[in-house]
């Protein structure tokens, strides 16, 4: 059976930073296209970033040039970086892959980690 657990969440004040993480465990060949993905309370789920098996990215606009992403094949890790913090990114931050397992590819989701970013 295949996790993603994330961690490296917290709190922070505005202007700060923090690097998430996000690891595969489990019967894992292979990761795929891996997303990160937030929702703050009241709001629904939202993109935040993308990144491809061969390290092209894309970041939502409320991001862009905060926020880096990154990953670690050897390792099956997934990262997510934030800077410059503001308190509208305060969320529970979830990751989003594709995981190859015999050949076959499925898709899963980890629990979250709680973002906090104080004013």
């Known amino acids: 059976q295949v996790q993603l657990v994330e961690s490296g969440g917290g709190l922070v004040q505005a202007g700060g930073s923090l690097k998430l993480s996000c690891a595969a465990s489990g019967s894992v060949d292979g990761i795929g296209v891996a997303l990160w993905y937030r929702q703050a309370p009241g709001r629904q789920r939202e993109f935040v970033a993308r990144?491809?098996?061969?390290?092209?990215?894309n970041f939502a606009d409320s991001v862009e040039g905060r926020f880096t992403i990154s990953r670690d094949d050897p390792k099956n890790t997934l990262y997510l970086e934030m800077n410059s913090l503001e308190p509208e990114d305060t969320a529970v931050y979830y990751c989003n892959a594709d995981i190859s397992q015999s050949g076959r590819l499925r898709n899963y989701w980890g629990q979250g980690t709680q973002v906090t970013v104080s004013s």
């Open positions: 990144i491809t098996r061969g390290g092209l990215t």
